[in-house]
């Protein structure tokens, strides 16, 4: 239900506190997600990362989404895989500044608590119908339509756009991480 809604959204608003989110990621980096704690053989290791970067090509498309991609600075500093996939994952991630749809911040860990670390959460919005959203559990991902939810999700979005950093001070940050602390 979720993949129908965001290849149909006119635009996605996405809150990750742990990881890259997946419409960002490189191949490399999707893979040693993937590959973490599963008992998938190598084929169906390649199916989900295709799967995953495959869901990319929404970007594409004459109209594409408008993405409002917010991250927790932790993110950045979290080793996925090794070294050398975080500094391709985070120029990557700087690479993305430059789409026109597209727009990257990132919450400082100054910020301290915040409402962001209670889980990852999607808005999507589609002409013609009402916004949903996409809950991150342990178990497994929610989509949720109920209005009142989708307005305590959408408040939770806006309020952390208000301690994120500006776009251009986010970009530098990932630049800055990429280059001090992923650099072999």
């Known amino acids: 239900e979720w993949l129908e809604a965001e290849r149909r959204a006119t635009s996605l608003c996405w809150w ?13 980096y999707a893979r040693a997600i993937l590959a973490a704690g599963t008992d998938t053989t190598e084929d169906q290791l390649e199916e989900l990362v295709s799967a995953r ?12 989404p408008k993405l409002w991609a917010m991250m927790d600075e932790a993110v950045l500093h979290r080793l996925i895989g ?3 996939i975080m500094h391709a994952q985070l120029l990557h991630l700087a690479d993305m500044f430059c789409h026109p749809s597209i727009t990257v911040q990132i919450v400082p860990a100054r910020a301290g608590a915040h409402a962001g670390l209670l889980g990852g959460f999607a808005i999507a919005s589609i002409d013609s119908s009402p916004d949903i959203v996409y809950l991150e559990t342990s178990a497994d991902g929610q989509v949720l339509g109920k209005s009142s939810v ?15 950093l500006p776009r251009d001070d986010s970009r530098d940050l990932i630049l800055k991480v990429a280059e001090e602390r992923w650099t072999e």
């Open 53 to 64: 970067i495959g869901r990319q090509a929404i970007f594409d498309r004459p109209a594409p």
């Open 82 to 84: 090794s070294g050398k």
């Open 16 to 28: 990750e506190p742990l990881l890259v989110l997946g419409l960002l990621q490189t191949p490399d």
């Open 150 to 164: 989708v307005a305590k999700v959408t408040l939770r979005f806006n309020t952390l756009r208000a301690v994120a």
